[in-house]
């Protein structure tokens, strides 16, 4: 029976040669024979046919005829599964030339004859039940995330009439999980990481993505993982996992042992699968911190490198990642900084473009409109803020943004990029000298960029402009506002995201330690820490600053109290 099957490619063998037909020569008398094999089993001829008689034979293999054989592991879509329901998968053999022409994770569509093989008992009896391959004639790979929306004349009129409406971001942005009430900056950062910026190449072969990563942390009940299974049934490739049930091999690549032939093959995971597509991590911060730092290079180089049992291979991860995570203290202190909050590596945090605080505060007005927005939803009413039904129904929202990215390829604009790079320029021209805060990196203006690009597409316009910029800029500073914003200088400080220390609670740990030198130059071996800081402040740093960077310098180790109302330094 021929059929045609369309899954996502798990698992690929070696390539090997496949004997087809067989030259041996007789032992006796030096006559060659020639035997097809048949089944992809090994056949002797039984007898010469010239002297007649059943003698040993010997293979001529520079006679003999072989084809290129390679056995792969096929998949159902993560998308096209129902709940609850566990992957059903079908191993495939490919002969000739469409061997090694695809990868773990890639979205293949093949079509061949559907045939048995019976199994086999433990002592080697075959038994009444079969297993079913796929004897393949043609693969044809899937490139682009969204070839598989199907999109009919009448859609793609409809999709154009709509692009014209000088509202449509905002039509967007209100069908991003319109039953999650109010985070209308998370909703609107989240359609930009669905549309994605433009990935280029440049002549040096040097790869600039152009998805973009976000993280959202918050307190418990604020909609996060609402949000995330939204976004993960909207897009058209997608895959959702939470943090205590993923690993690294689950989520990058692993090396699995194949019991039927015995060589080592090569499983994609779950990034590698949501290749074009987006991945959405639930409960970031419960991840094993080894298996966090597996996605360090898929988030920023977009391929996954695996070398295991002597398996070394790069596969291509080129996937958006929208993470959630909870604080490490169940709630979000505002009054420390996001690394004490979330206990998440500099290493991760520096290659999200936005990152979003949710915080549970008390405000009776706000509390009472999402109650009877809640309720109403209960009730299956509208609700006075929203209407139940989303401006863009989400079937045909997920064709308006295949569309967008099949044929919208935007390009930054003079005056856009003029924008980006004058924010840039002013907002670091305050750390100049070293002495005040970063407020910004390359990184930063680069997520600017791909942005700016996501807006521009969602319009299906193929110039970013003026106001696309302004946007990106926008958000850009809220994020960082919310996550970098330093309360004692009044500035943005990207070292408050990227490490443990703002550049003002470093400077002042360096009077500090540098005061408790010269105590020590003085003769004393145990500092108290009221004449530490009388001391710390005639040098004009306030009371409540150095007790703050005093508390940190005990958290870090760095100093440590041998008796009450007593410093001393770790290392001398």
């Known amino acids: 029976m021929l059929i045609t099957i369309s899954g996502v490619m798990m698992r690929a063998s070696e390539v090997k040669p496949l004997l087809v037909d067989a030259t041996f020569k007789c032992r006796r008398c030096g006559e060659e024979l020639y035997q097809p094999q048949e089944d992809g089993r090994y056949m002797e001829p039984d007898q010469c046919t010239v002297c007649g008689k059943k003698t040993p034979v010997r293979l001529i293999p520079e006679k003999s005829i072989f084809r290129d054989w390679q056995k792969v592991r096929i998949q159902e879509s993560p998308e096209e599964l129902p709940p609850g329901q566990m992957p059903r998968s079908i191993d495939v053999v490919l002969e000739g030339d469409i061997v090694d022409i695809s990868r773990p994770g890639d979205l293949v569509k093949i079509t061949g004859l559907l045939l048995t093989t019976p199994d086999f008992s433990r002592r080697g009896g075959k038994l009444a039940t079969f297993n079913v391959f ?119 690549a692993a090396v699995m042992h194949d019991t039927e032939t015995g060589s080592m093959t090569l499983e994609a995971g779950a990034l590698v699968l949501a290749d074009q597509g987006i991945a959405c991590i639930d409960e970031f911060d419960k991840m094993d911190p080894n298996d966090r730092t597996a996605i360090h290079e898929a988030m920023e180089q977009h391929t996954v490198s695996i ?183 009044g500035k943005i400080d990207i070292d408050r995201l990227v490490s443990k220390m703002s550049t003002s609670q470093r400077k002042s740990a360096d009077v500090i330690i540098k005061v408790m030198k010269d105590m020590e130059a003085e003769g004393s071996s145990v500092i108290s820490e009221e004449e530490l800081i009388t001391r710390v402040e005639a040098l004009g740093i306030s009371r409540e600053r150095a007790e703050n960077a005093i508390k940190k310098l005990l958290a870090d180790g760095m100093l440590f109290n041998p008796s009450h109302g007593k410093l001393k330094r770790t290392q001398s």
């Open 134 to 252: 796929l004897q393949a004639n043609g693969v044809e790979i899937g490139d682009m995330e969204y070839e598989q929306v199907e999109l009919s004349e009448e859609d793609e009129e409809k999709i154009r009439e709509m692009a014209e409406d000088p509202y449509i971001h905002e039509r967007i942005y209100a069908s991003i999980a319109p039953s999650i009430q109010g985070h209308e900056r998370i909703k609107e950062s989240i359609a930009l990481l669905l549309f994605g910026g433009v990935a280029k190449t440049l002549p040096d072969g040097t790869r600039l993505r152009g998805r973009s990563n976000i993280l959202m942390v918050g307190d418990p009940g604020t909609g996060k993982s609402q949000i995330l299974k939204f976004v993960s049934k909207l897009a058209s490739r997608s895959i959702y996992t939470s943090g205590k049930g993923t690993s690294a091999a689950g989520l990058t």
């Open 307 to 489: 070398a295991k049992a002597g398996i070394v291979a790069t596969l291509n991860a080129r996937t958006s990642i929208l993470a959630a995570a909870n604080p490490t203290l169940g709630r979000y202190e505002s009054s420390l900084s996001v690394q004490d909050n979330i206990k998440l590596p500099f290493t991760i945090l520096s290659r999200f473009d936005l990152l979003w605080i949710l915080v549970d505060t008390v405000e009776p007005k706000k509390d009472r409109e999402l109650a009877q927005f809640i309720l109403g939803m209960h009730r299956t009413q509208k609700t006075p803020q929203q209407p139940a039904t989303p401006p863009i129904p989400p079937d045909f929202l997920k064709k308006y943004i295949g569309y967008a990215n099949r044929y919208v390829i935007p390009q930054l604009s003079s005056e856009a990029a003029e924008e980006i790079e004058n924010y840039y320029v002013n907002l670091r021209k305050s750390a100049e000298g070293g002495a005040a805060p970063v407020p910004i990196t390359a990184r930063q203006l680069e997520a600017l960029v791909r942005l700016s690009e996501a807006r521009a597409r969602m319009a299906l316009r193929s110039k970013v402009t003026k106001e696309d910029a302004q946007a990106a800029i926008r958000l850009m500073e809220e994020s960082l506002r919310m996550v970098a914003f330093d309360h004692v200088t």
